[in-house]
Each structure stands twice: as C-alpha cells, then as structure tokens.
C-alpha cells in the first residue's frame, strides 16, 4: 500500500474505531470535549469546501452554523416537529441560503468576499439576537430534544459521541467522492485561475454556487448535532469569533485536504484544553502557538507531515532500489 493510500485509510479506520469505541467512554470532561470537537470538526470540512477547494474566502460560516442549530431548536421546541425531520430542515434551509448567499457573491474575489460573507454573519447574529418573538433573543431556546437512534436516546454524551463521529465519517466519505470527481476537478481548476477555468468550457458560477449549496448545508448539519447535544441555544455561539475560529482552525490544519481540517481541529482543541489552567493568559500562549505554527508550517500540519513521510518512505524505497542494483553489479 503506498502512502497516498496509507494517509486515506489509516484516519479513516481510526474514525471507525472512535465510532464503535465511543460508548464505552465514561469520563464527562472527555466526552463533552470530544463531542463539540467532532461537531467542530464538521464545521471545518464545510468551511474547507470553499476556502481550500474553490478558494473562496468565507468569514460568515458562523450564520449556516446558526441557522442549521435555530431550526433544529425551534422545529422541535415549538412545532413538535420529529428531530429527524427537523435535521433534513436544517441541510435544506442551510443549502438554500449557501445558494442564495452566493448568487449575489460568487462574482467577488479575496477581501471583498471575505467583508461580503462577514455581513452576512453579523446579519443572522443581530436577527437571532434581536427577534425575540421567534428566538427568545438572547435567552436562548432551551429543552431541546436528542435524536433516537434503533431505540437508543442520544442524551447520553457517549451514545451522542458514537451518533456524531459517524455523522462526520459520511460527511468526510462524501466529501472525498466530490472532490475526486468531476465537480472535484472543476473545484480545483477555478481556485488555481478562473480565466483559464473559463476557457476550458468550466462553468465558473455554476460550480461556486455549488460549493456555496454544499458547504452551508453541511454548516447547517453541525448546527443540528450542536442544538441537539447542548439541548440549549443562544446567539453567541454563532458570532464572528466562531467564524474566525473556524477559518484558522482549517488554514492551520491544512486547506484543500481532506483531514487537514479535522487535525487542525484536534491541535485547536487540544491546546485551548492544555492552556485552560492559564487563567488571563491563556489567549496570549494561545495566539503564540498559533503564529509559530504557521510560521513553520504556512501549508498547513496535514500537507507538513505528508510530505514529511512521503520523503521518509520515498528515501527507504530509494535506498534499497539502489541495494538491489549493487548487487546485481556485483553478481556480474
């Protein structure tokens, strides 16, 4: 199996392995960390459609977050509406607004689109703060429901953690298909140079609007499994701050790859973890980290550590290619 291989599998089986290994997890410290750092996780591979594949920047990711995780509040507290069901609302609105969100923006590039989906996030935070009829501002929506999974509440944060590890195990898979297929390629071609996009006949809109859809509906996702853990929402979990967070957490983890998001979050919440204990200074070793980091590492850990084994394995290989010629020379 050559590495390319070996980097695909190997995350993915460990995936599994969390999956069906998360309900034996009894530690409650744990298990809340690891259960919004999987719901993170997904948040990244959403923001890691557009940033890495397409390119575009997005700083209002925050608002699909918060409107997938409002519908599933709100479906459910006050319509009684299945949590199922209220999950596929959540992927449809969230899809619909991408859409809608990039119909007006795909024409702009670097900061103009970054200012543009930054007023966007700001606009679903204000609404959700200040419409209280609907969202109880900032008081937030409380008791909301967990799915039933074969009969198996999922209020249990170790159920819950099986229940969103495999959610993120679709998501990368499906990802992974997209981004190796046509639409993939187009993805690709666009974020590299547009004109030259354009001139092999890619329909250049089309495509970001696409990623637009996809990259909000799966946001939206994150959402849903978020309102259903904390079975509480409120406004500012969905601010600018989350947008950033997200944005670095994928550009330090490694952009257009498709566990680069997902190490960076582990690294992120690892190191918030670790500093907890830091008090006032905390956010200062914080931001350290993270500008050494990326100082060193500009491409990102995922890419740094795959070229890293690549050489490793690439050397090895090397080595004894050259071992057998020798004593073949030797032989004759």
């Not at 543009?116 to 109880?136: D, E, K, P, S, Y």
């Not at 795959?306 to 004593?327: M, N, P, Q, Y």
């Given at each position: 199996?050559?590495?390319?291989?070996?980097?695909?599998?190997?995350?993915?089986?460990?995936?599994?392995?969390?999956?069906?290994?998360?309900?034996?997890?009894?530690?409650?410290?744990?298990?809340?960390?690891?259960n919004?750092a999987?719901?993170?996780?997904?948040?990244?591979?959403?923001?890691?459609?557009?940033?890495?594949?397409?390119g575009?920047?997005?700083?209002?990711?925050?608002g699909?977050?918060?409107?997938?995780?409002?519908?599933?509040?709100?479906?459910?507290?006050?319509?009684?509406?299945?949590?199922?069901?209220?999950?596929?609302?959540?992927?449809?609105?969230?899809?619909l607004?991408?859409?809608?969100?990039?119909?007006?923006?795909?024409?702009?590039?670097?900061?103009?689109?970054?200012?543009?989906?930054?007023?966007?996030?700001?606009?679903?935070?204000?609404?959700?703060?200040?419409?209280i009829?609907?969202?109880?501002?900032?008081?937030?929506v409380?008791?909301?429901?967990?799915?039933?999974?074969?009969?198996?509440?999922?209020?249990?944060?170790?159920?819950?953690l099986?229940?969103?590890?495999?959610?993120?195990?679709?998501?990368?898979?499906?990802?992974?298909?997209?981004?190796?297929?046509?639409?993939?390629?187009?993805?690709?071609?666009?974020?590299?140079?547009?004109?030259?996009?354009?001139?092999?006949?890619i329909?250049?809109?089309?495509?970001?609007?696409?990623?637009?859809?996809?990259?909000?509906?799966i946001?939206?996702?994150?959402?849903?499994?978020?309102?259903?853990?904390?079975?509480?929402?409120?406004?500012?979990?969905?601010?600018?701050?989350?947008s950033?967070?997200?944005?670095?957490?994928?550009?330090?983890g490694?952009?257009?790859?498709?566990?680069?998001?997902?190490?960076g979050?582990?690294?992120?919440?690892f190191?918030?973890?670790?500093?907890?204990?830091?008090?006032?200074?905390?956010?200062?070793?914080?931001?350290?980290?993270?500008?050494?980091?990326?100082?060193?590492?500009?491409?990102?850990?995922?890419?740094?550590l795959?070229?890293?084994?690549?050489?490793?394995?690439g050397?090895?290989?090397?080595?004894?290619?050259?071992?057998?010629?020798?004593?073949?020379?030797?032989?004759?």
């Amino acid at each position: 199996m050559n590495t390319k291989r070996l980097l695909f599998w190997f995350p993915l089986l460990g995936g599994l392995l969390c999956v069906f290994a998360s309900p034996y997890i009894q530690n409650l410290y744990l298990l809340n960390v690891l259960n919004l750092a999987v719901i993170s996780g997904i948040l990244a591979v959403s923001v890691n459609l557009l940033v890495g594949y397409t390119g575009q920047l997005s700083l209002g990711h925050a608002g699909f977050y918060g409107i997938g995780a409002y519908t599933v509040a709100l479906l459910t507290t006050k319509l009684g509406c299945p949590v199922w069901l209220s999950f596929i609302a959540a992927f449809v609105i969230c899809s619909l607004t991408g859409l809608a969100l990039g119909l007006p923006t795909t024409k702009l590039k670097g900061h103009f689109l970054g200012i543009a989906t930054l007023g966007f996030g700001i606009i679903i935070n204000v609404v959700i703060n200040n419409w209280i009829g609907l969202t109880n501002g900032p008081m937030g929506v409380r008791d909301i429901p967990s799915p039933t999974v074969l009969g198996i509440s999922m209020e249990y944060p170790n159920y819950f953690l099986a229940f969103a590890a495999a959610f993120l195990l679709v998501i990368v898979l499906i990802v992974h298909f997209i981004v190796n297929s046509s639409v993939g390629r187009a993805w690709r071609c666009l974020r590299k140079d547009e004109i030259t996009a354009q001139v092999c006949g890619i329909n250049v809109y089309g495509y970001k609007l696409l990623a637009f859809s996809i990259s909000g509906g799966i946001a939206g996702i994150a959402g849903a499994l978020y309102a259903s853990f904390m079975q509480f929402v409120s406004p500012e979990a969905f601010d600018l701050n989350q947008s950033i967070t997200i944005v670095t957490t994928t550009i330090l983890g490694g952009a257009g790859t498709l566990f680069g998001p997902l190490l960076g979050t582990g690294i992120l919440t690892f190191i918030s973890e670790w500093l907890r204990d830091f008090q006032e200074l905390r956010l200062v070793f914080y931001g350290a980290i993270l500008v050494v980091m990326i100082v060193f590492m500009p491409q990102g850990v995922y890419p740094y550590l795959k070229s890293t084994l690549a050489k490793l394995f690439g050397s090895g290989k090397k080595r004894r290619v050259e071992g057998v010629r020798s004593d073949e020379r030797r032989a004759h």
